[in-house]
Nanobody, 117 residues
């Protein structure tokens, strides 16, 4: 049974640098591309960063401030966020990317990140 459990969110001051975690079970994270997405109030869900099976990471949102990584031993994917701004406030989701187009998407329940002083 595939499960993704995000953690590490909460109230963060502007300029803060939290790290989100996505603990996976039921599969091996190194066997799939993994992604972090976010959804701000009233907006569509957007892609933040991905990491391929080979471990190659790509940022899609404000590159340079966010870094995706993976710990194979812990079967966990991380999102390091730096210099947070109020506009980074959103629910952050972890996703297992499908192996092929039309494949099943698996999402975590999300973790809220609120950037405010």
């Amino acid at each position: 049974q595939v499960q993704l459990v995000e953690s590490g969110g909460g109230l963060v001051q502007p300029g803060g640098s939290p790290r989100l975690s996505c603990a996976a079970s039921g599969f091996t994270v190194s066997s799939y591309a993994m992604g972090w997405y976010r959804q701000a109030p009233g907006k569509e869900r957007e892609l933040v960063a991905t990491i391929t099976r080979a471990g190659v990471s790509t940022n899609y949102a404000d590159s340079g401030r966010f870094t995706i990584s993976r710990d194979n031993a812990k079967n966990t994917v991380y999102l390091q966020m730096n210099s947070l701004k109020p506009e980074d406030t959103a629910v952050y989701y972890c996703k297992r990317e499908p192996l092929f187009v039309g494949g099943i998407n698996y999402w975590g329940q999300g973790t809220q990140v609120t950037v405010s002083s």
